[in-house]
């Protein structure tokens, strides 16, 4: 299921196209794909909670565990790349601070990103301590450690995007009307 993106439908490419129009545009499609990938690991993470079989539910986690660990890296390419090319281009035009702050900022999605990447951590950490099928509890406690990181990363992307379309979009018009 395709999402609608909260930018202009489509992304309209401006008269004098400039590296942050196509870093716009690039974000846009990691960040469909992103949401692709959190659906699909929140359904198996939920699916292997509801399990009444141990031995399935067992096997669901540690697979679900090779797919959380490329997930992670293919995140952290992203997030990567944010950091280097995007957020410091949208710092400087507006002159944003890296502190707290009451509205949606960049530190809280950096707090944000963190703290899914902790759950992650610690639902990988915890499958490589499963032994034996163990405690069905003790299993849906597992699973919910990723659909924790689910719900936190699909609202940080719903957040990034809150904050930095807006924010693009006026540096586009600026640079729109620059050249008219």
Not at 66 to 91: G, I, K
């Amino acid at each position: 299921m395709k999402t609608a993106v909260p930018w202009k439908e489509p992304l309209s490419e401006p008269a004098h196209p400039t590296e942050l129009y196509h870093a716009i545009k690039q974000l846009i499609e990691e960040h469909e794909q992103l949401k692709l990938l959190i659906q699909a690991l929140e359904e198996k993470a939920r699916q292997a909670a509801l399990s009444r079989d141990t031995e399935e539910q067992l096997k669901a986690l540690r697979d679900l565990k090779a797919d959380t660990v490329q997930f992670m890296s293919q995140m952290n390419r992203h997030s990567s790349w944010e950091e280097q090319v995007l957020y410091p281009f949208l710092h400087e035009y507006f002159d944003l601070s890296m502190g707290p702050s009451m509205v949606p900022s960049f530190w809280v999605l950096e707090k944000d990103h963190d703290l899914a990447e902790a759950y992650m951590d610690s639902f990988i950490d915890a499958v490589e301590d499963l032994a034996s099928p163990g405690d069905r509890r003790q299993l849906q406690s597992v699973a919910e450690h990723l659909l924790q990181a689910c719900r936190i990363l699909s609202g940080h992307l719903a957040m990034e995007e809150q904050l930095v379309y807006p924010l693009s979009d006026q540096v586009l018009t600026d640079v729109d009307y620059f050249f008219s």
